[in-house]
């Protein structure tokens, strides 16, 4: 993913990235360095991705996310990139 200086700071996206530490936490933990991640089948990272959803409560696969600047023209996106303008 690219965005601005602006944008990698905001807190839209340190939520994102938190969340994502904290399952690759998880995950590494779970593995023990017993099994190469690169060879887990799909049916072992489903059961991963139940075993993050019921014990932690966290959805890794089947989220739909918003688009939150689809309705946005350009002049505005230029001005969220550099911190000017702030979306709800």
Do not use: F
């Amino acid at each position: 993913m690219g965005a601005s200086a602006v944008a990698y700071g905001s807190a839209r996206i340190q939520a994102n990235t938190s969340l994502a530490a904290e399952v690759i936490g998880i995950l590494l933990g779970k593995l023990k360095g017993e099994q190469d991640l690169s060879k887990l089948t799909n049916d072992e990272m489903k059961d991963i991705h139940a075993y993050i959803k019921n014990k932690y409560g966290i959805t890794v696969s089947g989220v739909t996310a918003k688009n939150k600047i689809k309705d946005l023209n350009e002049d505005q996106i230029k001005q969220l990139n550099i911190g000017k303008l702030v979306l709800p």
